[in-house]
């Protein structure tokens, strides 16, 4: 961790993030959207849950025929699993019927599921300070010689208000005024200056339609031209847009000493995870460095990655795999002045926990990157520690649900 600081303060080393939909269930908010920092709800619910509102939103026969799938899918049922279902027997089933409906049925109903996700992923950035803001204020805060780079799986538009709320300039594979077009030579060639930041939306956006044969954004939160989760997932990647981003990817990983950051992200996409092994196994220079919000036993994906390729290095809650080698984390006695940096990624979630690692945690990492900037740090930055007498960390947890207190 002294070394990732070291490389996050000083903007010469070539970044990138990998975000999947973990990252913005660290953020809680009340029922009108507003940043709380106990209580509430997450901001993007978790696949469980989207799972439960896309469904239960469905009406008549649609919502009949997708709860009968859902029953027949059993305890294993998601909304990826029953999308799969449902478009299997779109391609099956013809004139004949099935709980219902016919093919065209099942298409309609494939449409509507989709709707009712994009419904769900649309919910705006909370004004308060937060953790894409303090993202955006990292990368934006350093002068660079490389840009960073930011992959995301979310359909939302988190990011994109974070950066225009902020006035950073970022780039994401679009050009033009009226309306705005995938450029995939742009994307490849990479010759912006570095204060242009990247993002690429790996799964598709929210805003995003097709018109003709070219995507275009611009559209609204309506407008979805996404890579839904279902089994037609990887066959969708091999087209454009979706082909130049994964290739985008796959040539940030095979360029010399890059390192990528992954928060969110579970590792079970097999398209994005085929990418990760093949340019890591290319390219020893470069290195993964995966934050992982559960412990080591339920990082199973991850941890079989790390164990193949000792150039990705898993960090869970509890240990961690590094250069290919498990265990756990064993915390000595500090170096001089360090308690209080140990305390931005050591400490307890919450008041009475144990303490574990905490940069699973996207909101924590990302103020992990905000303070990797400072020269000094101590527990009165933080007012909260200073009044109750609470840990560093404790604090820091605190704050990021919030107003920033450092």
Same mark, same amino acid.
């Given at each position: 961790? =002294?070394?990732?600081?070291?490389?996050?303060? !000083?903007?010469? %080393?070539?970044?990138?993030?990998?975000?999947?939909?973990?990252?913005?269930?660290?953020?809680?908010?009340?029922?009108?959207?507003?940043?709380?920092?106990?209580?509430?709800?997450?901001?993007?619910?978790?696949?469980?849950e989207l799972t439960a509102q896309a469904i239960g939103a469905l009406t008549g026969q649609q919502k009949a025929a997708a709860e009968a799938i859902r029953a027949e899918l059993g305890a294993a049922a998601n909304i990826e699993s029953i999308l799969t279902r449902i478009?299997? &027997?779109q391609q099956a089933l013809g004139p004949a019927q099935v709980h219902g409906l016919d093919s065209n049925g099942y298409m309609a109903l494939g449409m509507e599921v989709c709707r009712k996700i994009g419904e769900v992923v649309g919910a705006a950035l909370p004004k308060e300070r937060n953790a894409y803001t303090e993202l955006v204020s990292w990368v934006s805060g350093t002068l660079r010689a490389h840009a960073v780079e930011i992959f995301t799986t979310n359909y939302d538009l988190l990011f994109e208000e974070a950066f225009e709320?902020?006035?950073?300039?970022?780039?994401?594979?679009?050009?033009?005024?009226?309306?705005p077009f995938f450029d995939p030579v742009s994307v490849a060639s990479d010759d912006l200056?570095?204060? *242009? =930041?990247?993002?690429? %939306?790996?799964?598709?956006?929210?805003?995003?339609?097709?018109?003709?044969?070219?995507?275009?954004?611009?559209?609204?939160?309506?407008?979805?031209?996404?890579?839904?989760?279902?089994h037609l997932k990887y066959e969708l990647t091999q087209k454009q847009p979706y082909s130049a981003l994964f290739e985008r990817l796959r040539q940030f990983l095979l360029t010399p000493d890059s390192i990528l950051l992954t928060s969110g992200f579970s590792f079970r996409?097999?398209?994005?995870?085929?990418?990760?092994?093949?340019?890591?196994?290319?390219?020893?220079?470069?290195?993964?460095?995966?934050?992982?919000?559960?412990? &080591?036993? =339920?990082?199973?994906?991850?941890? %079989?990655?790390?164990?193949?390729?000792?150039?990705?290095?898993?960090?869970?809650?509890?240990?961690?795999?590094?250069?290919?080698?498990?265990?756990?984390?064993?915390?000595?006695?500090?170096?001089k002045n360090w308690e209080d940096?140990?305390?931005?990624?050591?400490?307890?979630? *919450?008041?009475?926990?144990?303490? %574990?690692?905490?940069?699973?945690?996207?909101?924590?990492?990302?103020?992990?990157?905000?303070?990797? !900037?400072?020269?000094?740090?101590s527990a009165q930055e933080t007012p909260d520690a200073a009044v109750a007498g609470a840990p560093a960390a404790i604090a820091i947890a605190e704050a990021n649900a919030g107003e920033p207190k450092a």
């Open positions: 961790m =002294s070394d990732l600081r070291q490389i996050l303060s !000083q903007g010469r %080393k070539r970044i990138g993030l990998l975000v999947g939909a973990g990252a913005p269930m660290s953020l809680r908010v009340n029922d009108i959207g507003t940043l709380v920092s106990e209580g509430g709800r997450a901001l993007m619910p978790g696949v469980e478009r299997l &027997l709320r902020s006035r950073a300039s970022y780039f994401d594979g679009f050009t033009g005024g009226h309306l200056p570095p204060r *242009w =930041s990247r993002l690429w %939306k790996l799964h598709g956006s929210l805003g995003w339609a097709l018109e003709g044969d070219s995507v275009v954004r611009g559209r609204g939160r309506t407008a979805s031209q996404l890579v839904y989760p279902d996409d097999a398209h994005i995870c085929a990418v990760l092994d093949e340019a890591l196994a290319m390219n020893a220079n470069a290195s993964v460095m995966a934050f992982q919000y559960m412990p &080591l036993a =339920s990082e199973e994906p991850a941890c %079989k990655l790390a164990y193949e390729r000792p150039n990705l290095s898993v960090y869970a809650s509890d240990g961690a795999v590094i250069g290919g080698v498990k265990g756990t984390w064993r915390p000595g006695d500090p170096p940096i140990r305390a931005t990624f050591w400490g307890p979630r *919450w008041p009475g926990e144990q303490s %574990k690692f905490l940069l699973g945690d996207f909101a924590l990492l990302t103020r992990f990157c905000a303070l990797a !900037q400072a020269t000094e740090m």
